[in-house]
């Protein structure tokens, strides 16, 4: 306590001196669950993939299982991103900008899949979606099955990401001055340029926050995937039902090894969508 | 201080400035609603539905089942668990990082949320990698009779794993926004640290900490994919609920699985209710911490 007030000549400083006491408890309890129960297993993790040997781990990527698997993941939780950015965009709109009966119990249900267990959210979603449920039925006439196929696991992912973009995008479009929008209106523009132009660019940031969460949250999912997928190997199996069938199978070394394929392969694709980002708000400005 | 207001003058009705055609307006109301309910509102429905389409007795039967009972206390516990490690985690995490500078605090941050980017199987891969009968720790653990796997232990770790963040994500930027003035003051006239902490610090921020227990506490209850990986589904001993639904479902026992999934259906209610809620009770704070 004594040095506090005294800066020291130290260039290099850990921490800024501070007044307040209990940096060192809350940093030692901080540091020490995180290192125990994330980073400690993490690490493990790529221990053991990196301990399946070059020819194994090529083996086990290459292999054509793995590479569907993953295809299916990754291919579909884009495509649900992508569904949730243009529906969620417009449940903010509507939420935030238009008045009607009934507006705030649709405000709180959209967080239902943040509150709903997974495998409800699941068997839920099956019995729907089924050839005989109350929506797979309109659709069986025209020979189009929903549940039971890759279309089904798109329909998980698509419930699992929405709140994601709704949320996201939810405050900026309501801290969104008026007084832009009649300033165009002023200046003489259409309402669908002020739109496209004026109003989207400012909330496009969180656009794309939404929509790396609503991924990043999907790419994993299982719970709400293996009741409706079919989980065909090559036609519907998902990346995470492949890690688990080789740990029900004992292949420790070949659950990892698709596991740091998935971890890999997601942080690139979040690593390069955020710089996406960090470009988009450059080029518009900061909003 | 007492704000004095000018006389705004007045506005254009908000209809004219700023919105759509009347016409575009309903469309994109029934788009939304149309979208809901496929998504959102029959899947709900459907879960109640079938809990009782075979009516109230096996109903009654499938959730008072003794399965179903020792499945619901040990998502209690569980439950329990994960959300305590998460208020000292949460609060201490916030504590270090909205009080005081220091070197890679970006780089503490990223780590803390990084469960959130992982996949559930995965959050229960490692530990059986970890603890699991081949792993690093295993072989010693079990020779001293801990089983961590497929047992209580590994069902907290993989959903506390699962939950870590959630605490402190809703903490840091509440007490960031809050900054430290009213805690220095406090110290300057010598209370204590703890004192300062729980008169000042904990009254501050109780919104978000409720905020945060409470989206903790859905998820841990309701998690599915990091559980099934390391319970080894001991029926009754290490199924939580949503294993059981799952147990129930593949055994085509539909009806009582939908009898239990609308259990965790009501407490999936319950929270977002308590959400709308905490949201209402403590608008004001969250209006200034925005």
Not at chain 1, 149 to 157: I, S
Not at chain 2, 122 to 149: D, M, T
Not at chain 2, 156 to 174: D, G, N, Q, W
Request: contains cysteine.
């Amino acid at each position: 306590m004594m040095k506090a007030g005294i800066p020291s000549p130290l260039a290099l400083r850990l921490r800024e001196p501070a007044i307040l006491p209990g940096f060192g408890l809350a940093m030692g309890i901080t540091l020490t669950l995180l290192l125990l129960i994330v980073l400690l297993p993490l690490i493990a993790l790529v221990v053991k993939a990196a301990g399946a040997g070059p020819a194994d781990i090529l083996a086990i990527a290459t292999s054509p299982r793995t590479l569907a698997a993953l295809k299916l993941s990754f291919g579909a939780a884009l495509l649900a991103a992508c569904v949730n950015v243009v529906f969620g965009l417009i449940i903010a709109w509507v939420l935030v900008r238009y008045e009607f009966p009934g507006r705030r119990i649709l405000d709180a249900a959209v967080d239902l899949p943040f509150a709903l267990p997974t495998a409800v959210a699941g068997i839920a979603l099956t019995a729907i979606y089924a050839q005989n449920g109350w929506v797979g039925r309109l659709f069986a006439p025209y020979d189009i099955k929903i549940a039971y196929t890759p279309l089904g696991v798109l329909v998980a992912l698509i419930f699992i990401g929405l709140p994601f973009v709704v949320r996201s995008v939810q405050p900026v479009l309501a801290d969104i001055e008026r007084d832009i929008e009649e300033a165009a209106v002023l200046l003489g523009a259409s309402r669908a340029r002020i739109v496209f132009r004026v109003v989207l660019p400012l909330v496009f940031p969180s656009l794309i926050t939404g929509f790396v969460l609503a991924f990043a949250r999907a790419v994993g999912e299982y719970g709400s995937v293996i009741f409706i997928a079919g989980n065909v190997p090559m036609m519907s199996e998902i990346a995470p039902l492949l890690i688990v069938i080789k740990l029900e199978q004992f292949d420790y070394a070949g659950a990892a090894v698709v596991a740091m394929m998935m971890l890999l392969a997601s942080f690139v694709l979040i690593f390069l969508i955020n710089g996406l980002q960090a470009w988009s708000r450059r080029r518009l400005g900061d909003v | 201080m007492s704000e004095q207001r000018p006389a705004t003058p007045p506005l254009p009705p908000r209809e004219r400035v700023g919105q759509e055609h009347r016409l575009i307006r309903a469309v994109l109301i029934v788009v939304v609603l149309a979208f809901l309910s496929l998504f959102l509102f029959m899947p709900l429905a459907t879960v109640f539905i079938e809990a009782l389409s075979r009516g109230v007795m096996p109903y009654r039967a499938a959730i008072l089942d003794a399965d179903a009972l020792a499945a619901m206390r040990l998502t209690g516990l569980v439950a329990l668990v994960a959300v305590s490690v998460n208020v000292v985690f949460g609060l201490a995490a916030s504590w270090a990082i909205a009080r005081f500078d220091f070197r890679g605090k970006n780089l503490l941050i990223s780590l803390i949320d990084l469960p959130l980017s992982i996949s559930p199987v995965i959050s229960g891969l490692i530990y059986i990698l970890l603890f699991g009968a081949q792993g690093l720790f295993g072989p010693w653990l079990k020779a001293r009779g801990f089983e961590v796997v497929f047992a209580l232990p590994g069902i907290v770790l993989a959903t506390v794993f699962v939950t870590f963040p959630y605490v402190a994500r809703e903490l840091i930027p509440h007490m960031q926004s809050q900054g430290k003035a009213d805690e220095e003051a406090a110290l300057s006239l010598g209370a204590s640290g703890w004192r300062v902490f729980f008169r000042i610090t904990l009254p501050n921020v109780t919104w978000s900490l409720l905020y945060g227990v409470l989206l903790c506490n859905a998820r841990a209850m309701g998690e599915f994919g990091a559980v099934s990986v390391v319970s080894g589904r001991i029926r009754g001993v290490t199924t939580t609920l949503p294993l059981h639904v799952e147990i129930l479902y593949n055994e085509y026992n539909a009806p009582a699985a939908f009898a239990v999934a609308s259990l965790l259906a009501l407490l999936a209610l319950v929270t977002l209710a308590l959400k709308v809620a905490l949201e209402w009770r403590y608008r004001e704070e969250r209006a200034l911490s925005r």
